[in-house]
């Protein structure tokens, strides 16, 4: 049935058919777009002096809007309903993930491992499809079960490459028929990890938050064991690993509910501010750290925080045993000479593990000798988004530039503006209506009432966030407060404000990233994604909003959900694209007399 203002404007233009008045309102409308740009040269001396640069931008902006009015108009007047839905991709994508194509790489000239990087500016626009879940795909077991036992099909290790891993991997885990398990309590993780304590001087790694130590960056982290191991001490550790065609680390992790993220180390900055963690660590990650002038060991540095530690292990086989304290020898003196100049102390070694202190004492780089690693001539807590790494040393004239031993566990760093209360307060309201809300069909499996205590664990169906534009990690906060079982990946938007060092700095996980290009991360790791302000934001940018929601039914789980908070207009143009991506969805009026509303979305679980 058409409505009134349709039948309104048939009685002005005539009984014409829709699309073609359509087509007359599209020429109108852009015709008095024209005159009112030409007559603009007519009244310059009798208006403001207004930039050019600000006429041409508030013209693209009204082209634009007139383009997405039309398309609104021309869906309305045809009676469309629903969109046509995007197929699911070939069997080759299930593990897709965009901006990591060797091949594509090679051939554009990238070598000398550039081309195993990611280049999203060689992403080709491919048809638009949905990414399938494997055949053999099942929902994930609920936190805690599903951090020591996984669905072997829901991940791309194989069995021969299992088989043909070392004798440690093999005693971690245990490769049944359809799954991977997980020993949580295993001695040798335990132990490894009560060594490290000591050798910075504790007593047990129960006393590493006494010492500062509240989050860990874990380079090629394996599969997890020695996070998960950290994650019962309320140590976050997040694992940072290279794409792999197979065999991923990264999606592992994610798979057992432990922050991770793809990243490598050739040419680039890691997407993290200076001065983020507390300690790094490296055990058998085949990284030569002396190489290309020790410019991978100036990354470490980069985001070791003043007073942190760089824990770098290599376990040798029995055969080369015999030839360990050559190697050692080796190893060490290219490093002496490049941890001296970064002003790094070798505080402790045992066996085959190594632990450097970087210094807290910003005076040290005054007296080092002459010709050593140079200190980057500026500095602040705007990072470019995947910029080049860097042959010199940052963060030494940053108000950041607090050693770790000088905190006492769970103190905030920075200084708290007025904003960030208020955000604090909005986040622990907004979290309460959102739990109320959505608790009775995602984080319980079996009916209850809003207001109910929640069930404990492990009837926690969610565990992998996402905030997808975060500001102060309000949501992070608010989510702790209520002792959720979760933990949330902080997206700081690389076109606003940097508060990623802020969020780190509270010891939570975070990144900076660009949503006009793909997640470095790989197919179904997340169980929810939320995002405020997000669609308004790329829309701004002038992003493609449907690519945006074919990347989150990419990253986001069978069966996972979407919370979008925007104003209503934007709001209601999303929610005629969920019905492409197949999501339910429904828009909820949060009733507070604002203009915005909420659009809650569940992706089904999808087989051809």
């Known amino acids: 049935m058409r409505s009134s203002w349709f039948n309104k404007l048939s009685i002005i233009i005539g009984h014409k058919s829709p699309v073609n008045w359509l087509f007359l309102c599209l020429i109108s409308l852009l015709l008095l777009i024209f005159v009112l740009g030409s007559s603009s040269s007519n009244i310059v001396d009798l208006a403001p002096h207004v930039p050019v640069s600000l006429i041409y931008t508030n013209y693209r902006r009204v082209k634009e809007q007139a383009a997405v009015d039309y398309l609104e108009l021309r869906s309305v007047a045809r009676g469309i309903s629903r969109q046509r839905e995007f197929d699911l991709c070939g069997k080759e994508r299930e593990n897709f993930v965009p901006c990591y194509n060797v091949s594509a790489n090679l051939l554009s000239g990238f070598k000398e491992g550039e081309e195993f990087d990611r280049h999203c500016e060689l992403l080709v626009e491919a048809e638009r499809c949905l990414v399938r879940p494997p055949k053999e795909y099942k929902i994930p077991f609920q936190w805690p079960t599903g951090r020591d036992v996984i669905w072997s099909g829901n991940v791309k290790i194989t069995k021969n490459q299992f088989l043909s891993s070392g004798s440690m991997t093999k005693r971690l885990m245990l490769l049944e028929e359809n799954q991977i398990a997980f020993h949580p309590e295993d001695d040798r993780v335990k132990d490894y990890s009560r060594q490290l304590a000591q050798m910075i001087g504790l007593g047990s790694d129960k006393e590493f938050p006494q010492a500062g130590v509240r989050t860990i960056l874990d380079i090629t982290c394996g599969f997890g064991s020695f996070a998960a191991h950290l994650a019962s001490l309320n140590i976050r550790t997040v694992c940072v690993a290279a794409y792999e065609a197979t065999g991923s680390q990264v999606q592992l992790a994610l798979e057992r509910g432990l922050p991770a993220v793809i990243g490598n180390f050739v040419a680039r900055q890691l997407p993290f501010t200076s001065l983020s963690y507390d300690i790094v660590h490296c055990a058998q990650c085949g990284i030569f750290w002396d190489e290309k002038d020790g410019i991978f060991l100036i990354e470490i540095d980069r985001v070791l925080k003043p007073g942190g530690y760089f824990v770098l292990t290599s376990t040798p086989s029995k055969t080369q045993e015999s030839s360990s304290k050559m190697k050692r020898r080796n190893m060490?003196?290219?490093?002496?000479?490049?941890?001296?100049?970064?002003?790094?102390?070798?505080?402790?070694?045992?066996?085959?593990?190594?632990?450097?202190?970087?210094?807290?004492?910003?005076?040290?780089?005054?007296?080092?000798?002459?010709?050593?690693?140079?200190?980057?001539?500026?500095?602040?807590?705007?990072?470019?988004?995947?910029?080049?790494?860097?042959?010199?040393?940052?963060?030494?004239?940053?108000?950041?530039?607090?050693?770790?031993?000088?905190?006492?566990?769970?103190?905030?760093?920075?200084?708290?503006?007025?904003?960030?209360?208020e955000d604090l307060k909005f986040w622990r309201s907004t979290l309460k209506n959102y739990w109320s809300l959505l608790t009775p069909l995602i984080f319980s499996d079996h009916p209850k009432r809003p207001g109910d205590e929640d069930p404990l664990p492990p009837f926690n169906m969610i565990r992998n966030v996402m905030d997808m534009s975060t500001q102060y990690g309000g949501l992070n906060t608010a989510l702790l407060e209520e002792k959720k079982s979760v933990w949330v990946m902080n997206v700081v938007p690389a076109t606003v404000s940097n508060s990623l060092p802020l969020i780190l700095d509270k010891g939570f996980v975070g990144v900076m990233h660009d949503w006009c290009e793909p997640f470095p991360t790989y197919p179904r790791t997340y169980d929810m994604l939320h995002g405020s302000g997000l669609l308004s934001h790329i829309t701004s940018e002038r992003c493609s909003m449907m690519n945006l929601?074919?990347?989150?039914?990419?990253?986001?789980?069978?069966?996972?959900?979407?919370?979008?908070?925007?104003?209503?207009?934007?709001?209601?143009?999303?929610?005629?694209?969920?019905?492409?991506?197949?999501?339910?969805?429904?828009?909820?009026?949060?009733?507070?007399?604002s203009d915005q509303r909420l659009l809650v979305c569940q992706k089904p679980f999808l087989k051809k």
């Not at 500026?378 to 905190?407: A, H």
């Not at 990253?555 to 925007?566: N, T």
């Open 332 to 421: 060490l003196k290219p490093m002496e000479e490049l941890t001296q100049q970064l002003c790094w102390t070798l505080l402790a070694q045992q066996d085959e593990t190594f632990i450097w202190k970087k210094t807290a004492d910003i005076n040290c780089y005054a007296s080092r000798k002459k010709h050593a690693i140079p200190l980057c001539k500026e500095y602040d807590d705007v990072q470019s988004y995947y910029r080049p790494l860097q042959p010199c040393i940052s963060g030494t004239s940053s108000k950041r530039w607090i050693p770790i031993q000088n905190r006492s566990s769970g103190s905030d760093l920075r200084v708290q503006s007025e904003d960030y209360f």
């Open 549 to 593: 929601f074919l990347e989150m039914d990419r990253i986001l789980r069978p069966e996972g959900w979407v919370i979008l908070s925007d104003d209503k207009r934007t709001i209601e143009m999303a929610r005629a694209l969920t019905a492409q991506v197949r999501w339910e969805a429904r828009v909820i009026d949060l009733q507070n007399g």
